[in-house]
């Protein structure tokens, strides 16, 4: 069974920056999809970012893009989320999420895609 380990959450006041980690517990091999998705409360979980194996690119959500980006560590089996101009509307539970295939374009923003899940970080930003 795959593990995620977050880390990197936190109380930051509008305009900082935040970097999220996410490490997983065995080598995710050549074929992969990793990335992050939120939830606010009383909202629904919501897509944020994902990078995908093979050279097939990166993609995020137009909410974030422009302020925050993902990256991936191959040698450490990690993915980051950098975020910049935090605002208001970004504080949520912050879940890393992986799957061991390249998840079909049309198919990333669906959580239901991923077969394993972080344990979640909270992510609260101040105005």
């Known amino acids: 069974q795959v593990r995620l380990v977050e880390s990197g959450g936190g109380l930051v006041q509008a305009g900082n920056s935040l970097r999220l980690s996410c490490a997983t517990s065995?080598?995710?091999?050549?074929?992969?999809?990793m990335g992050w998705f939120r939830q606010a409360p009383g909202e629904e979980r919501e897509f944020v970012a994902v990078?995908?194996?093979?050279?097939?690119?990166?993609h995020y959500a137009d909410s974030v893009k422009g302020r925050f980006t993902i990256s991936r560590d191959n040698a450490k089996n990690t993915v980051y989320l950098q975020m910049n101009s935090l605002k208001p509307e970004d504080t949520a539970i912050y879940y890393c999420?992986?799957?061991?295939?390249?998840?079909?374009?049309?198919?990333?923003?669906?959580?239901?895609?991923?077969?394993?899940w972080g344990q979640g970080t909270q992510v609260t930003v101040s105005s």
């Open positions: 065995e080598h995710t091999g050549s074929s992969y999809t």
């Open positions: 990078i995908r194996c093979c050279g097939t690119g990166i």
């Open positions: 999420v992986y799957d061991k295939t390249r998840i079909i374009l049309s198919a990333l923003r669906n959580g239901a895609m991923y077969d394993y």
